[in-house]
């Protein structure tokens, strides 16, 4: 009896230095880590380098489709088809296996404090609420759209005993230019919402690069690179179906996706002397941000993208099977290589 008593004695002795040395790991895995020698020039070519390769993904699809009209079925059309259901998959990929699963480990972190650490699908609570309120969105541009066509009706329809005949046919030939400008507009909402999702995730990854170690930056720095490239494919050619006139709202939204990412760099490199990627705020912010851009993306992939441009696409259904082929290839192809980049970025 005295002996057993001894060793609980014992046990309940050294039960607070057990404690202590978690508290201690805990701490440790949420100190700011040390960045060793910082290599500024380097850090700083590395926003160059994602910027020059965002260019080039974003402009390329872009200038194909615009230096000189192309027919259906030509060489120009059918890599602009390929680029665009490749991005299609690029973007997919994005959302299940760079931001979701990062923002399912975040949420998880023993760096998070108070109700945060108390629920494990904060991460799929925040990709819901931006699908909804991304589904809100597009009912609330549908429903104004139709009421700008029922007031079009409205002020174009009169008394036909006045009128010929010509001016009847050309109210239907107005009434169909009306409904093609408003299919436009929706078409354009789902380009610039897949553009704030883009965008957001974009801020998040150039910020983990400045502040990331030498041992893993130069790696990180490559896989970075071919994301942002596919990255820049995927919304360049989805920027082509907004179908404007002149160059300048093209280069508005390309270019914002193309300095997000260096700015992202830029914002890094200038705290990386006091930021701790592993604070409870960071970890926080870039947990919420990467689940509401894996909403966006998820919602825009599945309902604005696959669904309407193939189940529910008549031109594409009745398309000839190769054709059809070519674009399931190119999305899976695309899908692929953005989940192989996972491993590193």
Known sequence: MEKLLFAFLLLWSFLPLVVRAQDVVEEDECSREDLGDYNMPFRIGSLFIILATSSVGTFIPMILHRIQPYSEGSFREWVLTVGKFFGTGVILATAFIHMLPESLEQFSSPCLTGGWANYGAFAGVFCMIASFALQLLELAAASYMDSL?????????????????????????????????????????????????????????????????????????IALVFHQFFEGVALGTRINEMEHKSWTRPLLLGGAFIIMTPIGVAIGIGIHSSFNPNSSSAVLASAILD???????????????????????????????????????SMYVGAGLMALLGKWA
Request: net charge negative; proline share 1%; aromatic share 8%.
């Open 149 to 221: 066509r029922e007031k079009r009706s409205l002020s174009n329809s009169g008394s036909f005993s006045q009128d010929d005949i010509e001016k009847v046919d050309h109210g239907h030939a107005h009434g169909a230019l009306i409904f093609e400008e408003d299919e436009k507009a929706f078409r354009n909402v789902g380009v610039m919402m897949l553009e704030l999702g883009i965008v957001m995730h974009s801020i998040i990854i150039g910020i983990t690069l400045a502040n990331t170690g030498n041992d893993e930056f130069v790696t990180l720095l």
């Open 291 to 329: 689940s509401l851009s894996a909403g966006i993306l998820l919602y825009n992939a599945y309902v604005s993208l696959m669904s309407a441009e193939i189940n529910h696409n008549i031109k594409f259904r009745r398309s000839p099977l190769l054709r059809k082929c070519v674009c399931f290839l």
